[in-house]
């Protein structure tokens, strides 16, 4: 069982960055795709951003909210995942997922389905 857990949220003002971090276990991290969502109060669960295991390397981010602002990267020596926020806006705030997609299956990379094990979220607030 792959074991999850996020940090690094936080209370920002708007236009800061912050950087979130999601610890791993599993000695094969390096094959898992990984991915991050958050959820608003009252909204669903949304897509933030994933990345490929298996030396892929490939990105992927939500078209409409985050692409350009935020970033996500793995390091396969450290089982970490992480996200790099920059220009943040009020509405970026959510309780941000870490997630685990350890299995093949036939969803995508961006339906929550798709993921086997999720960590307890951390919280991002976002001030005006």
């Known amino acids: 069982q792959v074991q999850l857990v996020e940090s690094g949220g936080g209370l920002v003002q708007a236009g800061g960055s912050l950087r979130l971090s999601c610890a791993a276990s599993g000695r094969t991290f390096s094959t898992y795709r990984m991915a991050w969502f958050r959820q608003a109060p009252g909204k669903e669960r949304r897509f933030v951003a994933c990345i490929l295991g298996s030396g892929t390397g490939i990105t992927t981010y939500d078209r409409d909210s985050v692409k350009g602002r935020f970033t996500i990267s793995r390091d396969n020596a450290q089982n970490t995942v992480s996200l790099q926020m920059n220009n943040l806006k009020p509405e970026d705030t959510a309780v941000y997922y870490c997630?685990?997609?350890?299995?093949?299956?036939?969803?995508?990379?961006?339906?929550?389905?798709?993921?086997?094990?999720w960590g307890q979220g951390t919280q991002v607030t976002v001030s005006s």
């Open positions: 997630a685990a997609a350890v299995v093949w299956d036939g969803y995508g990379y961006s339906d929550y389905r798709a993921y086997d094990y």
